[in-house]
């Protein structure tokens, strides 16, 4: 029910067909940490990849890097897929907003939850989020099974940004 990442997974687009890189977990208790290189790019042509890290608990260390960006087609999307989810920095945070920030410059990415248990599905964003888009424009999408807290500022050039919940979004 766990997988630790730290050393480098490549899938990256050949001949037109888009890599795809899939750590999944247990939804019920699983773990996924996520560092190293998840790189589902395409150098050579071609759109970007897929890459999805699903379990009951997902994060994700400020050293991790995750590309789907492709130079001469659209560049790809990251899925985060736990239970619940927080943006911040303070012990025990999912990932830092500056390491988000990070990975939406070249790539697209959705944090989607879903709630079981005593995890409701609730997304929160305690860090700041910021990203210059190179290339193509990017987005950041959050769409919580029940809420969406947005405590600190998103702001993006080049990029975009959408929420969708299944009860309140507190901005």
Known sequence: TAV?????????????????IELMGDMQ???????????????GGGNGGFIETSAAHVSVRPTARI??????GASGNWLID???FT???????DIAGSTLGGQLVTTSIAITTVG????????????????TASGAPT?????A????????AITAVDGNFSVCCGRDIDV
């Open 29 to 43: 208790s699983g773990k996924v940490s996520v560092d190293g290189t998840l790189d589902a790019s395409a150098p």
């Open 145 to 152: 099974d029940r809420d969406v807290h947005i405590n600190a």
């Open 82 to 84: 736990p239970q619940d």
């Open 87 to 93: 943006i911040g920095s303070a012990p025990g945070d």
């Open 116 to 131: 079981t248990g005593a995890d409701a599905g609730d997304i929160f964003v305690n860090d700041p989020v910021s990203w």
């Open 4 to 20: 630790n990442n730290t050393g480098v997974i490549e899938a990256r687009t050949l001949q037109d067909r888009a890599g795809t």
């Open 139 to 143: 987005t950041l999408s959050l769409t």
């Open 67 to 72: 590309t789907t960006v492709a130079p001469f």
